[in-house]
């Protein structure tokens, strides 16, 4: 009986530990389970990092192309001007020409790439750029390097109006902001490209030197082949051509989850519905945007605004010139002008890249002040420095610290965000077009700048100059506080909810913020 109850007792023991064993087990797959849940969420997370990266990457290669003629002009017009003997005037012309030209292709962009799309429009201005910069490498007069020079800038111009609304359209706002900077970056890296070929193409004849300068300007072009390959069309896009399916598929692969993604489709097709309501059938585009409402016209000011204050405070003056600044602050040989202009070009690539991981952290508003108080103290320190301090050692060192300052303040504030807030602010009905607005402020301003850097530095100095420069930029930090406001965070379509009420931006701004604040609470 003992030994019967004993074994019972045992055979119990056992079941027992076997049911314990049994949980545990259970316990194991089941926690198993959830850690393979977690890592197939956090991989596909990733994933889809990695394709908006890509997607940013490829869609901004037209940017480099103007940053390498920015960067690379500075240096080519020294051997241009000694092969062809062209005058002074001319030398102004062929620098500032290119963005007073690319306004042409910015607004015939916009309805351009409503009708073909954003993705093939990239395309459109790689191919146009290409034919205009195989032009000028291979011109033998004045006469036909304007010829390419003007196709070249009829190209940038469909490139640096569509790539920010395009990346735009196809980010997440938790990270559209540092993606949509991307061009502005790619911009600088070309810049510092342009510089590096200046640099070492300067020892080589020189009826050759200059054209090898501007034709290598065509193999970043190459890679949009591989590009269309590899992005989508803009999803707002494929919504606007009721083509909702590849809409939805787009939205699945650029957002974290299929419940993001289904979100982010109804709210742009509720804002689709609301641009072909008959509220807005009544008034073509640009008529709206020529006579537009309260809210269309503060979006206006603050977008094409910034587009101007980035260019007037002398940014194009001071990266095409570079090379003449330098002369006036003592530097004699070519070899160390080219050398000092390619520090320059680093400072501005490495400061756009500290711009990318601030932009959706610390906001827009809080750089671009940071950004336009720093350029109105680099700008006035190195007028002073050209005006009181040229020849001497510790002024060309001053000059070159100035400089250096006012890109890197430029390329963490107004440079980037410029572009950022002015592919954000507008409504879908409007985006491409007040997009393209805002492109030909940039580039009328930019070419002013440009056309007029050599003759006004002639009859002011060119310290005076940029004492001009300074105060544009202190008037540059009353815009920032007066009319731009944050986005950080906010979907395109709560900042047009946010321009509707005007007199209430502020009140607007922070009720916003708190929905977004109790969004994301939910959501955790």
């Given at each position: 009986?003992?030994?019967?109850?004993?074994?019972?007792?045992?055979?119990?023991?056992?079941?027992?530990?076997?049911?314990?064993?049994?949980?545990?087990?259970?316990?194991?797959?089941?926690?198993?389970?959830?850690?393979?849940?977690?890592?197939?969420?956090?991989?596909?997370?990733?994933?889809?990092?990695?394709?908006?990266?890509?997607?940013?990457?490829?869609?901004?290669?037209?940017?480099?192309?103007?940053?390498?003629?920015?960067?690379?002009?500075?240096?080519?017009?020294?051997?241009?001007?000694?092969?062809?003997?062209?005058?002074?005037?001319?030398?102004?012309?062929?620098?500032?020409?290119?963005?007073?030209?690319?306004?042409?292709?910015?607004?015939?962009?916009?309805?351009?790439?409503?009708?073909?799309?954003?993705?093939?429009?990239?395309?459109?201005?790689?191919?146009?750029?290409?034919?205009?910069?195989?032009?000028?490498?291979?011109?033998?007069?004045?006469?036909?390097?304007?010829?390419?020079?003007?196709?070249?800038?009829?190209?940038?111009?469909?490139?640096?109006?569509?790539?920010?609304?395009?990346?735009?359209?196809?980010?997440?706002?938790?990270?559209?902001?540092?993606?949509?900077?991307?061009?502005?970056?790619?911009?600088?890296?070309?810049?510092?490209?342009?510089?590096?070929?200046?640099?070492?193409?300067?020892?080589?004849?020189?009826?050759?030197?200059?054209?090898?300068?501007?034709?290598?300007?065509?193999?970043?072009?190459?890679?949009?082949?591989?590009?269309?390959?590899?992005?989508?069309?803009?999803?707002?896009?494929?919504?606007?051509?009721?083509?909702?399916?590849?809409?939805?598929?787009?939205?699945?692969?650029?957002?974290?989850?299929?419940?993001?993604?289904?979100?982010?489709?109804?709210?742009?097709?509720?804002?689709?519905?609301?641009?072909?309501?008959?509220?807005?059938?009544?008034?073509?585009?640009?008529?709206?945007?020529?006579?537009?409402?309260?809210?269309?016209?503060?979006?206006?000011?603050?977008?094409?605004?910034?587009?101007?204050?980035?260019?007037?405070?002398?940014?194009?003056?001071?990266?095409?010139?570079?090379?003449?600044?330098?002369?006036?602050?003592?530097?004699?040989?070519?070899?160390?002008?080219?050398?000092?202009?390619?520090?320059?070009?680093?400072?501005k690539t490495i400061f756009i890249l500290i711009a990318i991981f601030l932009i959706d952290k610390v906001g827009r508003k809080p750089l671009l002040y940071i950004s336009t108080i720093g350029m109105t103290v680099s700008l006035l320190s190195l007028s002073l420095t050209l005006s009181f301090m040229s020849d001497e050692k510790f002024g060309i060192e001053l000059a070159i610290l100035s400089?250096?300052?006012?890109?890197?303040?430029?390329?963490?504030?107004?440079?980037?965000?410029?572009?950022?807030?002015?592919?954000?602010?507008?409504?879908?009905?409007?985006?491409?077009?007040?997009?393209?607005?805002?492109?030909?402020?940039?580039?009328?301003?930019?070419?002013?700048?440009?056309?007029?850097?050599?003759?006004?530095?002639?009859?002011?100095?060119?310290?005076?100059?940029?004492?001009?420069?300074?105060?544009?930029?202190?008037?540059?930090?009353?815009?920032?506080?007066?009319?731009?406001?944050?986005?950080?965070?906010?979907?395109?379509?709560?900042?047009?909810?946010?321009?509707?009420?005007?007199?209430?931006?502020?009140?607007?701004?922070?009720?916003?913020?708190?929905?977004?604040?109790?969004?994301?609470?939910?959501?955790?």
């Amino acid at each position: 009986m003992g030994v019967q109850e004993n074994g019972n007792g045992i055979v119990g023991g056992k079941n027992k530990y076997k049911r314990m064993d049994s949980d545990a087990l259970e316990e194991d797959i089941v926690l198993s389970n959830n850690l393979q849940d977690q890592e197939g969420v956090f991989v596909e997370k990733r994933d889809t990092r990695i394709y908006l990266l890509a997607c940013a990457i490829f869609a901004s290669l037209n940017s480099v192309l103007l940053g390498y003629d920015v960067g690379v002009m500075s240096g080519a017009i020294l051997f241009i001007k000694e092969d062809l003997k062209i005058s002074e005037v001319q030398e102004e012309v062929l620098v500032g020409i290119l963005s007073i030209i690319s306004l042409l292709g910015s607004l015939a962009g916009g309805k351009m790439s409503d009708a073909i799309g954003r993705k093939w429009m990239i395309a459109f201005a790689t191919f146009v750029f290409q034919s205009g910069a195989a032009i000028m490498a291979l011109a033998p007069s004045f006469t036909i390097l304007m010829t390419g020079r003007l196709l070249a800038g009829v190209g940038i111009g469909f490139g640096i109006m569509i790539a920010p609304v395009y990346i735009a359209e196809i980010s997440p706002s938790a990270v559209r902001g540092s993606l949509t900077s991307f061009p502005e970056i790619f911009i600088n890296l070309g810049i510092l490209l342009g510089y590096i070929s200046n640099y070492a193409f300067s020892g080589l004849p020189v009826h050759i030197n200059w054209r090898v300068m501007l034709g290598i300007g065509i193999l970043p072009s190459i890679l949009m082949g591989v590009a269309l390959f590899v992005i989508p069309e803009s999803p707002r896009w494929l919504v606007g051509q009721n083509r909702i399916e590849e809409a939805r598929a787009v939205l699945s692969r650029t957002n974290d989850s299929e419940k993001e993604a289904e979100e982010r489709l109804a709210e742009i097709q509720l804002a689709a519905e609301l641009a072909n309501s008959e509220k807005h059938e009544a008034k073509a585009v640009w008529q709206e945007l020529l006579k537009p409402s309260p809210a269309v016209r503060k979006m206006l000011i603050t977008g094409c605004g910034i587009q101007c204050f980035q260019q007037i405070t002398g940014i194009d003056a001071t990266v095409y010139y570079s090379p003449t600044i330098f002369k006036d602050a003592g530097i004699k040989s070519e070899t160390h002008l080219l050398a000092a202009t390619v520090a320059v070009g680093f400072t501005k690539t490495i400061f756009i890249l500290i711009a990318i991981f601030l932009i959706d952290k610390v906001g827009r508003k809080p750089l671009l002040y940071i950004s336009t108080i720093g350029m109105t103290v680099s700008l006035l320190s190195l007028s002073l420095t050209l005006s009181f301090m040229s020849d001497e050692k510790f002024g060309i060192e001053l000059a070159i610290l100035s400089v250096c300052a006012n890109v890197a303040f430029f390329s963490v504030g107004i440079g980037p965000i410029c572009w950022v807030l002015s592919s954000e602010i507008f409504p879908q009905r409007l985006r491409a077009q007040a997009s393209a607005l805002g492109a030909v402020g940039s580039r009328v301003s930019s070419g002013a700048v440009s056309m007029s850097f050599l003759s006004v530095s002639a009859a002011i100095t060119v310290g005076g100059t940029f004492f001009v420069f300074s105060l544009i930029s202190a008037l540059s930090v009353a815009f920032v506080h007066t009319c731009v406001p944050e986005t950080k965070g906010k979907s395109l379509e709560q900042i047009e909810m946010m321009f509707q009420n005007e007199g209430e931006l502020q009140r607007d701004e922070v009720e916003l913020g708190d929905v977004e604040v109790q969004r994301l609470v939910q959501k955790e």
